[in-house]
């Protein structure tokens, strides 16, 4: 739903912009990464954001990739893993891991398999063609969280960390920072939401969070992401790089904020 819009329709123009954002990047040289947050936003706006993330796992392997999302779309209480064969984009089909989705799904009365979610989220959906780019075969776990409540981040991180914390898994993270704030209050706002990611502390980023005090719109997914993380045994969290729309366009207006 996303392609024409949030991205270039056409394989070709998607995969040169992707190189091309790729490209302007460097690889820190991490090691054991077990989970990336991106933005969500149209490709022009937050697509070289999203390329830093996307660029420290260029020439790695998963055995599966687990995205965790926001649902923008519809609202629903419980986290919804699909239970279809594959997502689309004009790069080809991506193949659901359904064997640890529903081991997932199984571990937990919140998580369901469930189309509720997936069939008009952006959040998730442009994520794949970066995926699509770096790896020629990869199964994902696509994630949505329809309420983005204490308990549901909560059983979510421990779920994904306790299942999969011997396994080759990375979890990519879905969010935007703040939306449509003035450019220096925006940057204030934001600034406070990169600490507390790059403190690695997820019990503290949701209490801020919770109490609206950590302005991001996939809050619950970083939570998550953080949590299960740490079960996997990371130990750290990097900021690899911020930006917000204004210094994209020029309109410091009202600004949405992006974060790697």
Do not use: W
């Amino acid at each position: 739903i996303a392609d024409g819009s949030f991205y270039p329709g056409d394989p070709d123009i998607l995969r040169g912009q992707i190189n091309k954002f790729l490209d302007s990047t460097e690889s820190s040289d991490m090691e054991n990464i077990k989970a990336i947050v991106c933005p969500h936003a149209g490709y022009i706006y937050s697509g070289q954001v999203a390329a830093y993330s996307y660029r420290q796992i260029a020439g790695k392997k998963f055995d599966s990739i687990f995205i965790i999302a926001p649902s923008h779309s519809e609202y629903f209480n419980f986290i919804s893993l699909y239970n279809g064969n594959a997502y689309r984009t004009p790069l080809g089909l991506v193949y659901i891991d359904k064997e640890r989705a529903k081991i997932l799904a199984d571990k937990s009365s919140v998580i369901e398999l469930s189309t509720y979610g997936h069939n008009d989220e952006h959040s998730l959906e442009v994520q794949l063609p970066f995926l699509q780019v770096l790896f020629e075969d990869i199964k994902i776990v696509p994630i949505v969280i329809g309420q983005q409540n204490s308990q549901n981040i909560k059983e979510l991180g421990n779920a994904v960390g306790n299942l999969f914390k011997n396994e080759n898994i990375l979890i990519v993270a879905s969010t935007d920072l703040s939306h449509y704030h003035p450019y220096d209050i925006a940057v204030t706002l934001d600034k406070k939401v990169e600490e507390l990611v790059n403190n690695f502390d997820p019990e503290k980023l949701m209490l801020e969070f919770l109490r609206n005090n950590a302005e991001m719109c996939g809050g619950g997914p970083v939570i998550s992401a953080m949590i299960a993380s740490k079960i996997m045994g990371a130990n750290s969290s990097k900021i690899l790089n911020y930006k917000n729309s204004g210094d994209v366009t020029g309109d410091r207006s009202a600004v949405v904020g992006y974060l790697s």
